[in-house]
């Protein structure tokens, strides 16, 4: 099998050759030595540290060679260096390569929007990976580094790529989506986040849509109807050679579902597309997870896929840990169930959360609590934005709510007393309120943005009441 790098292409991508003799061959890139891997190129990136300091570190862990900067003073045991002006600079050029070195026949996918990337992206990877030799993102390897990370990573026999593109800025995806060259670029969906650097919901659409730029020629710009910056987004794809295909639960969507029965197991839908209909069975609840799941059926269809064969992955992939994963507590000789979403959160997420834990049937978990920690990153709409859950608490029939953080404060206060459970600054005590109060047959939804640390809640939680394995 050929490594991922040969010495000899590494050269021709940045232009120079190593320093350092003996031929290498490298099997992944790294930027990071606590994770890096036997045969990895090492990548001294400059971050909240400089990764100049943990070049001899990474030689010891195995690195095959090392990416550093043209100023960078060999160390004793250091092994081939590829120098040159800026490592981050490197790294585009090596993904640049990976990129242009794929087949004609590989389709390459970029996912982003205010919501739902991370669980699209690995939607995309189920279904694909079925069809084909699937590269994808880690994690949420989404900015200036993390994509053409993720491209030099990219093995050349890939037959599916699939990018999360994300952004805090206007501008910042343009770059990256001219990097990966997709043949289908996904939003997800436009919403109000990352306020704090734009001067409206408007401006983010059309930073969102710069993704459209990025693409190949008569490449499909997949685009959710039910959104109202939608039109805005059609037109911006049409101006870039793109075809606009609209996914979503309206009648008017180029692909849409009708049907649609949620569960606690997640949910059934018909998805019709292109004069064709197909059954789908999702198995992570939520409209809005559905709403993705369209969103993948149209790009699947898009890049020419099997969809009914991609597809059919969606019926038993789980929620992952802090998007929607449930599991059991063993409460007072019965069961609760457990909701994790502390990853991440901003109003449409926390939105649709909350409607996902309206839609737990009564019969088996009779009283609903949300855990609700701050959402980041709001900008001076954050007082009012937290404020405005009130309507999804009650249209989700929440019996009880603990909150957590300075902005969950104003919400708390609203709150009738009856659905107080309790307040807390710092989510450090939040856990043994909400353990005193819990009892069998509760169901249990934990969402905040990550910074606000909610995971600690849930990860006290499981060792507390124990931990009956994933929740169907
Ligand atoms: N279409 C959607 N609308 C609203 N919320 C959504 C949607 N899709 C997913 N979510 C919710 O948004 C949260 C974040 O999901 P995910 O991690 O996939 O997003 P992301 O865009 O990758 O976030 P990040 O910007 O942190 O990388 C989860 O709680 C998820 O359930
Ligand atoms: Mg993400």
Not at 152 to 178: S, V, W, Y
Request: charge should be neutral; charged fraction near 20%.
């Amino acid at each position: 099998m050929q490594p991922l790098w040969a010495s000899s292409e590494l050269s021709a991508a940045l232009g120079v050759e190593p320093d350092g003799s003996g031929s290498v061959s490298i099997t992944g890139v790294s930027i990071d030595t606590r994770s890096l891997h036997h045969g990895d190129l090492f990548v001294a990136l400059k971050d909240q540290r400089d990764g100049h300091d943990f070049v001899p570190a990474a030689f010891k862990a195995g690195a095959s060679a090392a990416l550093v900067s043209r100023s960078y003073s060999r160390q004793a045991d250091d092994g081939i260096l590829f120098r040159v002006s800026d490592p981050l600079d490197g790294l585009v050029g090596i993904g640049r390569a990976a990129r242009q070195r794929l087949g004609k026949e590989a389709r390459i996918v970029a996912v982003t929007g205010s919501a739902g990337k991370t669980g699209t992206k690995e939607m995309l990877r189920a279904c694909l990976s079925r069809l084909g030799a699937t590269h994808a993102s880690e994690k949420s390897y989404n900015n200036h580094w993390g994509v053409p990370l993720t491209l030099a990573r990219m093995p050349r026999d890939t037959q599916f790529g699939i990018f999360e593109i994300g952004m805090n800025h206007a501008g910042e995806i343009r770059p990256l989506t001219k990097m990966v060259r997709p043949h289908a670029a996904i939003i997800t969906t436009v919403e109000a986040v990352h306020l704090e650097h734009f001067p409206s919901v408007e401006a983010i659409a059309d930073a969102k849509g710069e993704i459209f730029e990025g693409l190949l020629p008569g490449g499909a710009a997949i685009i959710k109807y039910d959104n109202p910056y939608a039109r805005r987004l059609v037109a911006t794809a049409s101006r870039f050679g793109a075809r606009p295909v609209t996914f979503g639960f309206d009648s008017h969507a180029d692909v849409r579902a009708t049907d649609f029965r949620p569960s606690d197991a997640g949910s059934d839908f018909t998805v019709h597309l292109g004069g064709r209909t197909l059954s789908v069975h999702l198995a992570m609840p939520g409209r809005h997870i559905a709403e993705n799941a369209l969103a993948v059926a149209a790009t699947l269809d898009a890049i020419g896929a099997d969809v009914a064969r991609g597809l059919a992955a969606l019926s038993d992939l789980a929620p992952p840990n802090g998007r929607g994963a449930r599991s059991l507590l063993c409460v007072g000789g019965g069961r609760a169930l457990l909701i994790d979403e502390s990853y991440n959160a901003n109003p449409a997420s926390m939105k649709a959360a909350l409607a996902t834990l309206g839609a737990v049937a009564r019969e088996t978990y009779a009283r609903r609590i949300a855990v609700l920690g701050d959402m980041l990153e709001l900008g001076n709409d954050a007082p009012a934005l937290h404020a405005g859950l009130k309507g999804a608490i009650d249209a989700a029939g929440v019996d009880l709510v603990f909150a957590c953080g300075p902005h969950m404060k104003g919400l708390y206060d609203a709150l009738p007393a009856a659905m107080k459970g309790g307040y807390s600054l710092t989510s450090s005590s939040i856990e043994t309120t909400l353990a005193d109060h819990l009892r069998a047959g509760d169901v249990v939804m934990v969402k905040a943005s990550n910074g606000t640390r909610l995971g600690a809640v849930v990860a006290a939680l499981k060792s507390r009441f124990g931990k009956d394995g994933p929740a169907a």
